[in-house]
């Protein structure tokens, strides 16, 4: 009889041509492309395999729903996200964007590695069992969100709304990219976040620069108001900032010791002459994981064309990502920037704030910790990295803490996917191995006692 | 017999239509649109009214230049330029940027009082005194160049080259506006100008923003340099920057003392709550004329599109104009600006120096300060204002320190022109008051002993 493991083999081709299908859809949340069609053709490919799924409504964009039950078995709910950045600078892609093109062992498309060929994986497990053993030995339900770029605005109310329908004994969580070294990675936690535009209008419209003996510029208003936020150390100088963060746990320190780095591969990968002032060798990771953000993630004001135009402008922005850990309160910490820069004078700044996130930590003690890590390490045939959160954000909170069910990110994307990026792509082998990694732990999972 | 005044009010409508078709001509220097196209019409017109005119090349964009010569009498020497600043942002526009429309008693176009319709004023004084009494009572040399928008490059050399054939006794600079009461302005000087990009890149390429924990953002670079640069009473840190500064004299403080100033109307005008601090009243122009300017004209980092992109930049840029006042050297300002980043610690942030235009004031107490106040008293009709100069900058210190001779800028526009901004316009009456201007001017000089 063909094992699960040995389908998937035999049907490589296949299955790489059904995601490219995903993949050529585009599905640009912040700007409403092609997401609707994305999340039916999402939707198509779930009932092709068996899946019971169904389009759920939100505010914004839809959820794609699907079961598959086993009585008696324990119940996993996978997570994921059908959305996608948007792809601009255009003209920095070296194919387009939305068309998947394999090089050097990778798929480069906008959404390859982030999240369509991650989340897919579980979709096609289901097959490799149904289509050899017959039937999948746990029970799944998906839950495929296509708001996660801009935040996941409305999934913390979906589950809300929905706690009985989602119901589950633990989640997973496919997003992410496995480690630099190439060694698998099982991820407990991610950052919060608060997103906000910082705007300043001083004049009706802009004017000639002569008048700048007498007229306020937005743009040194801006400069001024930002300099007050972070200093050249990075120490971000809101008052009361960093009151709640928690320190890590000695298991939790240990796991990030373990963590290996290797500082000029790193520095060489990201065309970086020097870390931040103490981010370098372990610190590396012992602040990407500890450690909250304050980021500049743009900034405009007046010309920025080429040549020069001598012009005072009328208005100023900039976007900043505040990127939280266990336990600051995206609420507090909004209201905290907002006093801080009351208190420095710049109420003519307003802050608009997008979206919250809280940050997330699944406990490193928990059961399924050491399942997860053997499926990894037979299907990779590497030793597993635990971090107990990574870097970036994403609504895990809502699965610890709305749900209250553990969590695990388990990725298979590279970490030079450039998610987020030009140029964004898929290892091709990660999507095999997040295929065999989904078959093994749900067979571990089952044979539980 | 028909006088030269009489013969342009018979000749208004003509004159506009000629006007026009200069003013449809698109000739934006700084990305060089039309420059060529617009020099050959320019020289065509010229040509039309009996002066003798040739394009002369420089280094980018040609000098139209043109004589009309009388054996014995004074000679005038009439500096413009026919180049326009970009129109962008398009959107902003009421009417096609480049398709004069009147609304309200005023030519709506890029380049209308910018610097056309008051070039073009001089060329039609030519034909009102030619087809009149026969012949111009005065020598005029007319220097006519298309790079003024982007800081007049070659025409310091241009000058230096040709400086026999431009010999004269004194220089007429047809640019800027008139005072917002509608009192006409005889102006003795314009500021000088260092036009600065800083361009500062930490990585590769941009990145996903959780890896602010060490990779530096060269949107908070940049916010850290500026921020060092002016306070926020408008005071500019630049240590030495301020060295070279010279007072105004008595008579000048008078002249500056008698301008008047409705601060609430200029609040209104240019929808500004608070104008900096101690720079309303009096101190608006008294600042205006006297103080030298650090104006951030543009700033560029990062994802600035609607919706939200978590993105860590891996270049920003600023651009800023500097504007001097008599006697600080642009070199100078521009040493001591990259030797205070250097002291910051910011040696990583490249300066890169567009252009440089020196300040320049003719002495107050000139005799042709007299005979060209006469001539707007009797064109206007009110008491004319002198500025011993103004907040714009241009290359007047070209007359003044190269050919050594002395420089009045005679206005037409209004003040409320928005040149540099969308919606440019002329006052209608003012193109014609500005040939009046010049007719009369021309013949008191012709008649002074």
């Known amino acids: 009889m063909t094992t699960p493991e040995q389908y998937i083999e035999n049907n490589r081709s296949r299955f790489l041509d059904e995601l490219f299908t995903l993949l050529r859809q585009p599905s640009i949340s912040t700007r409403n492309e092609g997401v609707q069609e994305c999340a039916e053709l999402l939707s198509g490919m779930m009932k092709q395999v068996g899946i019971e799924t169904r389009i759920m409504e939100t505010a914004r964009h839809p959820v794609v729903y699907g079961e598959i039950l086993k009585e008696g078995a324990p119940t996993v709910l996978v997570y994921g996200h059908y959305d996608v950045q948007p792809p601009e600078p255009f003209e920095a892609w070296h194919s387009p964007p939305f068309e998947p093109t394999i090089r050097d062992g990778r798929i480069y498309c906008r959404g390859s590695s982030d999240n369509k060929s991650q989340l897919f994986s579980y979709v096609k497990a289901v097959e490799a069992f149904r289509e050899t053993v017959g039937e999948v030995p746990v029970s799944i339900k998906f839950l495929y969100e296509g708001e996660e770029e801009i935040g996941s605005p409305n999934l913390a109310p979906f589950i809300k709304e929905h706690g009985n329908l989602l119901k589950a004994d633990l989640a997973f969580f496919s997003d992410s ?13 991610l950052k919060g976040m608060v997103y906000v535009d910082l705007k300043v209008q001083c004049a009706a419209d802009d004017t000639h620069s002569m008048r700048a003996t007498a007229i306020p510029n937005p743009a040194w208003r801006l400069v001024w108001a930002l300099s007050t936020l972070k200093d050249k150390d990075s120490r971000i100088l809101i008052p009361g900032f960093y009151d709640d963060v928690r320190e890590l746990t000695d298991l939790e320190k240990q796991a990030v010791a373990e963590i290996p780095c290797d500082e000029e591969e790193l520095r060489r990968y990201f065309g970086v002459k020097e870390f931040l002032p103490g981010r370098s060798s372990k610190a590396f990771y012992f602040n990407l994981v500890s450690e909250p953000t304050c980021n ?36 507090d910490i909004l ?11 710049f109420n003519d700044i307003e802050v608009i704030s997008h979206h919250f996130l809280e940050p997330s930590r699944t406990p ?40 209250g069910v553990p969590c695990f990110v388990v990725p298979h994307a590279g970490h030079d996917q450039a998610n987020h990026a030009p140029n964004e792509s898929m290892i091709l082998e990660g999507y095999y191995r997040g295929i065999q990694t989904a078959v093994k732990t749900f067979e571990k999972l089952a044979a539980q006692p």
């Open 335 to 345: 209201d905290k920037l907002r006093r801080h820069l009351n208190a420095r004078g």
């Open 364 to 403: 490193i003690d928990h059961p399924a910790v050491a399942i997860i890590k053997d499926s990894l390490r037979d299907v990779y045939g590497l030793e597993p990295i635990v971090f107990p959160n990574i870097g970036g954000s994403g609504p895990n909170y809502v699965f610890t803490k709305i749900l």
């Open 296 to 331: 500049i993630a743009g900034f405009n004001a007046g010309f920025t064309g080429e040549g020069s135009k001598t012009v005072l402008p009328a208005r100023a922005a900039a976007k900043m990502d505040i990127r939280l850990v266990p336990d600051q309160k995206p609420e």
């Open 177 to 189: 990219h496995i480690h630099e070294s190439g060694r698998p990675l099982l991820i407990l936690g």
